[in-house]
């Protein structure tokens, strides 16, 4: 494994099916002028170790992860958080609706059966609660929108770097389990309609690459908007 891809600037795709683990969803992270590594998502678990790896072997330090956002409660979203919490000491940063499974008190919410993994609960430090909230991390501002519709508590994530949008739009395409997990396909319509309006440059989607120029990324969301 030779590190991290370097997608634009100080953002990087740190694992994902074809990277780290079949069962792992896209995960990034961004690295601030410090030199402190702010990560989106983290995989399903089992990678957790080597992901730590690709970031070392990338040039940063894994002991200077300060964040952890986790874009909703999956397992191959959050399997590695307390992992990676362990390594780091990092704040986990959530949305409150997703908090049940992320937390533990509900463990079907979190999909780990259908992985057939074990899911290690860890507690929110930053619990997000509205409809749009930001961070700063140096010299990095993280814009987080809530994006209900695939779990109620989904998030999207995006910054702008060097004259560029970049958006960080997890678990776009689905799926839809109403029972399970709570979604709701109006309110992933409105979710898509908000991250189409960002008019993002870059979209880092959490299973299915990412897409160069503000035409691909709109016609990646309508695609789905369409076919639901």
Known sequence: ??????????????????????????????????????????????????????????????????????THGHIDHIGGAAAIKKASGCKIIAHELDADAIEGRNMNKTAAQWYGLEYEPVKIDDVLKGDYESRKFGDIELHLLHTPGHTPGSISAYLDRRDKRILFGQDIHGPFDANTFGSNEEHWRLSMRKL??????????????????RDNVQRYIEHYLESM
Request: with cysteine; aromatic share 8%.
């Open 1 to 70: 494994m030779s590190g991290a891809k370097r997608i634009w600037a100080d953002v990087y795709e740190l694992g994902g099916a074809y990277l780290t683990d079949p069962k792992d969803c896209a995960v990034f992270m961004i690295v601030n002028s410090l030199g402190e590594v702010i990560m989106i998502d983290c995989g399903a678990g089992p990678s957790a170790t080597l992901i730590l790896r690709m970031i070392q072997d990338t040039g940063f330090d894994p002991k200077k992860i300060v964040a952890l956002v986790l």
């Open 196 to 213: 189409q309006a960002l008019n993002a440059d870059i979209l880092c989607e959490g299973h299915f690459g990412v897409y160069q120029g």
